[in-house]
């Protein structure tokens, strides 16, 4: 007996009894579905991160004060104030330094900013000309702080255009005052828009001069951190190690473990960002593939009742000279049709699912051939694994008894 | 009804050469024995006969005789537990199991009391099947099935399923399943019991026609009105064979 025509078979007997066969490839279905969905927004999740750490620059490095942490990036930082102007200029004037093109030494506070009516809790950044280019960040309107306003410490700021929305319900900014600490400043210009909602929202940032916001607003004689552009992607590592050695030597520390600063890459956080999203994708997918397990349980269950149900059929066949291998066969094609074509209706629903949702989100939609191939694979095998016993079942039955079954 | 000349012609020589029939069936000391927890049956008890090729024969008893085992071992289903089978130059008992369904495949053709047809399947499907599992080709089996079909009259109902079909025209579509593998023995199982007393004597005369043709039937029942179609009639009583004598009063031969 060819396989195509047990197949054909197949297919006749699962149709003669459609709600059953529905009932029982929708766990399938289910199970599926929910590992289809959940790998492409997990995989979503992963690239949009990735999307906005790319937009801030991949060949940014970050120095802040603070012990460098073994694992990897330590997140509350900023207590500490060992970092100083006079370090951001020997980065940038080192003759041992190769790597780095620009260097921006900042100081940054969340704080309230007011206008007459409105007031937004924000973040302050005191920063120097070089921070639009080692930040990637662009001037919409209006001009962004100058050499002159940080020498002379003047009371000017650049908003950011979740900043004017928030104060000027996205009226003109540019002349306007805004109030600091008590303290009035005059806007000179806007941003432009950075989107994205990652770890911190790009918009929503106000900028005044680096000496303005040590010395007036908040008192101190320190750098918050210091940002730094790298010649290429490729240098990081080098970079890393340039600077690292010319502060280590300049704060006379002798050797790396000492080191009161960390210097991390745009990398680094990348990497802690995939470590965490791909921990959540592999728990959901987990959960998913609990419920694939109750689906070939499903499965196993319908086909054992169908061997008992048609315990005479078989019982008829053999006695006509069906072989065990044939019964075998017979019974494991039903159970992975039934797999496979819920399998394939699970995918279908998987891939609309994370559409949907990712329109909704507005996360980017991702569908890898890994996760259809695996799903594939995963459903057909479900269907000899739960189908295997029940066929066997069926195959060794005796056909006297068989076809005395009533 | 479905004569045809030269085979008759060919079986009726080879009853004539007496001694040079070649036997079907060499039955010898079968014993069965089930065993039921602690409690042993025996079903069958040194059950030795011969079954000759040509010949139509009913083993007749009552229920609980022994009659369905020795069905079972004589359709290969079942093995003896002592005593040897030959069927048409096989060693039955020395089988295994897929070996025992390619014997019942090629050599038996199965006519039972409930019919047995696939349900939802066209006579024409349920008369292929057990071509099918011998690797026959579509084409050839539809072929087949097709020719038996006629000869059995149901020329006209080919694609009814079985449950558009009267109990004797089911009947017959198990007939023409039976024939389709052109079997050295037909074994009958009740074929009347389920079916309407006037259509079961169609039934009988199909048998009758078949066994002129030169077909080797064996047919268990318990009514002797359906065993006296038979040339010779086994009765079995309590798992032992009680008489065996040839039917002289064979009724509705045409001939």
Known sequence: ??????????????????????????????????????????????????????????????????????????????????????????????????????????????????TGKNNTNTQVIGATPTYLQVHKASIGQGAFITQKDVDGMTKVAVVGPQVVSDLFDNSDPIGQTIRISGQTFTIIGETVSKGGTGFQNQDDLVFVPLSTAQKQLFGADYLGSIALEAKSADVMTDAQNEVGYLLLSRHKLKDPTQADFSIFSQQDILNTAASATGTFTTLLSGIAAISLLVGGIGIMNIMLVTVTERTREIGLRKALGAKKRIIITQFLIEAIILTFVGGIIGMVLGILASFIISNLTNSPFVLSLQSILLATLVSAGIGILFGWYPARRAANLQPIEALRYE | ?????????????????????PTIIQASHLRKVYQTGSVETVALDNVSFEINKGEFVAI??????????????????????????????????KLSDDQLADIRNRKIGFIFQAFNLLPRRTALQNVALPMSYAGISKVERMERAKKYLEMVGLGDRLEHTSNQLSGGQQQRVAIARGLAMNPSLLLADEPTGNIASSQAEEIMQIF????????????????????????????????????DERNGKQRNRRF
């Open chain 1, 1 to 114: 007996m060819e396989y195509t025509e047990i197949i054909t078979e197949s297919f006749g007997t699962l149709t003669i009894n459609k709600l059953r066969t529905g009932l029982a490839a929708l766990g399938i279905v289910i199970g599926i579905g929910s590992v289809i969905a959940l790998i492409s927004l997990g995989q979503a999740t992963e690239q949009s991160v990735q999307n906005q750490i790319q937009a801030l620059g991949s060949n940014l490095l970050t120095v802040i004060p603070g012990a460098q942490n073994s694992g990897g990036v330590r997140g509350a930082a900023g207590g500490g104030t060992t970092l100083t102007l006079d370090d951001a200029k020997a980065i940038q004037s080192s003759s041992q330094i190769t790597t780095i093109t620009n260097v921006s030494p900042e100081f940054s506070r969340r704080t309230q900013v007011t």
């Open chain 2, 1 to 21: 009804m479905f004569l045809v000349a030269e085979v008759v012609e060919e079986a009726g020589e080879e009853c004539l050469l007496g001694d040079k029939v």
């Open chain 2, 60 to 93: 007749m008893g009552p229920s609980g005789s022994g009659k369905s085992t020795l069905m079972h071992l004589l359709g290969a289903l079942d093995t003896p537990s002592s005593g040897s089978y030959i069927l048409d130059g096989e060693e039955v008992e």
């Open chain 2, 208 to 243: 009758q026609d078949l066994n002129e043709e030169g077909h080797t039937i064996v047919m268990i029942t318990h009514e002797p009105d359906i065993a006296s179609h038979a040339k010779r009639i086994i009765h079995i009583k309590d798992g032992k064979i009680v008489e």
